[in-house]
């Protein structure tokens, strides 16, 4: 069975501080992508970036970076230099190769206050 | 044109009223979903149509039910809701289900609240 946990609720920072969203999975397949998605107030899921279980390289994009570790089933994001327009719920997700579901997280509420 | 539009972006309807959310992609894809989102709860897959066919239909009830009748159109007909329904329904798009690297792309949502 997939589970993705995003044991952070709620973080609040001030602008321009640093801060990691975790998300831990548990998936039996050995073939498996991890997504994060950020969602504004609008509503809208915004595909942020995937993974593939067999690359674990770490991405950078900006201000944002990714944190891939098999060995601890943990794919977490750092947002770097916070800026107001970060605040939003971020979304750790998970497919399994060859199934149709993507399991999400509860989601991480980020504030950055000005 | 956006990736994927959802009219209305919200919706008040009464528990005897029929209402339908529309969902359209741009995005040349062949699968669309129906999700619900309600506050604090994880995402609720709900349907999958892959290539117009109904591929996964997660234990929804009745009172919901899906139409698509081309890749680029999926409708979420509602009646004799309840209550407890309201939330915020999504719908995403993606290539098509059974490619390893797909990924889902996602509507505004609608925010429907059933009185």
């Known amino acids: 069975a997939q589970k993705v946990t995003q044991a952070q609720t709620e973080i609040s920072v001030v602008e321009k501080e640093d801060v990691t969203l975790d998300c831990v999975y548990e998936?039996?397949?050995?073939?498996?992508?991890l997504f994060w998605y950020k969602q504004p107030p609008s509503g809208e899921l915004v595909f942020l970036i995937r993974r593939n279980s067999f690359d674990e390289q770490n991405e950078i994009s900006g201000r944002y970076s990714w944190n891939f570790q098999k060995s601890t089933s943990s794919f977490n994001f750092t947002i770097t230099a916070s800026q107001v327009v970060d605040s939003a719920v971020y979304f750790c997700a998970l497919k399994d190769r060859g199934n149709e579901k993507l399991t999400f997280g509860t989601g991480t509420r980020l504030t950055i206050i000005p | 044109e956006t990736g994927v539009t959802q009219t209305p972006r919200h919706l008040v309807m009464g528990m005897t009223n029929k209402k339908s959310l529309k969902c359209e992609q741009h995005?040349?894809?062949?699968?669309m979903y129906w999700y619900k989102q309600s506050a604090k709860k994880p995402l609720e897959l709900m349907f999958v149509y892959n290539f117009k066919e109904q591929t996964e239909n997660n234990s929804v009830p009745s009172r919901f039910s899906p139409e698509c009748p081309n890749s680029s159109h999926l409708f979420l007909h509602l009646h004799t809701l309840q209550p407890e329904d309201s939330a915020l329904y999504l719908c995403?798009?993606?290539?098509?289900?059974?490619?390893?690297?797909?990924?889902?792309?996602f509507g505004p949502g609608t925010r429907l609240t059933v009185l």
């Open positions: 998936t039996r397949d050995t073939t498996y992508y």
């Open positions: 995005l040349g894809h062949n699968a």
């Open positions: 995403a798009s993606s290539q098509e289900t059974a490619s390893s690297t797909d990924t889902q792309y």
